[in-house]
């Protein structure tokens, strides 16, 4: 027997489909806050040693180039870190060094700003410059200083483009991983 005001049923006589009990948004081990953007550090890191390589053998694969086969002086005029008795070593490290250096800018710029990448660039690309032009105020011969620019540029452009790779790969946009699920739904 049905009751015109019964709730469970319509003034027609079907059932309307009655919602399910409330579930738990979370469960209670995990944090009522999730950052949008999560970070795969790990990742990141092992792209930046990973670059950190290829921008040392860019760097030896350069020197070799412009030593060996354009018969140049890069030492006159290359400023770099000097812990080694030889110039080629000291290139090397640096190189490798400003990669390591550039995946810790990028993981602080990840903590830290609104839109680390565009902040990325902007400086690798004005560090870039820099590195270009330095060899330019250094004594030596133009060829030298040349080569040794170019050089610096390249590295500078093979850092930022991996680098920049890499932090495309290691950041996790949990807006994005939410919308890809109710799509899989």
């Known amino acids: 027997m049905s009751y015109p005001n019964?709730?469970?049923r319509r003034p027609d006589g079907t059932e309307p489909t009655r919602p399910l009990p409330a579930q738990p948004s979370e469960p209670a081990h995990e944090p009522a806050y999730k950052p949008r953007m999560v970070i795969d550090a790990p990742r990141l890191w092992s792209g930046g040693v990973a670059t950190a390589i290829v921008a040392a053998?860019?760097?030896?694969?350069?020197?070799?180039?412009?030593?060996?086969?354009?018969?140049l002086s890069p030492s006159?005029?290359?400023?770099?870190?000097?812990?080694?008795?030889?110039?080629?070593?000291?290139?090397v490290l640096t190189a490798a060094l400003a990669a390591i250096a550039a995946?810790?800018?990028?993981?602080?710029?990840y903590?830290?700003?609104p839109r680390p990448l565009t902040f990325f660039k902007w400086i690798v690309g004005l560090a870039t410059v820099a590195?270009?032009?330095?060899?330019?105020?250094?004594?030596?011969?133009?060829?030298?200083?040349v080569a040794v620019g170019v050089l610096n540029l390249v590295l500078g452009i093979c850092i930022g483009s991996l680098v920049s790779a890499v932090m495309a790969r290691t950041v996790v946009d949990r807006s994005q991983e939410v919308r890809a699920?109710?799509?899989i739904r």
């Open 181 to 183: 699920q109710r799509r």
């Open 111 to 113: 903590l830290s700003t």
């Open 103 to 109: 995946t810790g800018l990028a993981h602080l710029l």
């Open 76 to 91: 006159k005029v290359a400023v770099v870190f000097s812990p080694f008795q030889s110039f080629t070593g000291n290139y």
């Open 131 to 145: 590195a270009t032009v330095v060899p330019f105020t250094r004594d030596g011969t133009m060829a030298d200083k």
């Open 57 to 71: 053998l860019l760097a030896w694969v350069g020197l070799l180039i412009i030593d060996g086969v354009l018969d």
């Open 6 to 8: 019964d709730p469970i």
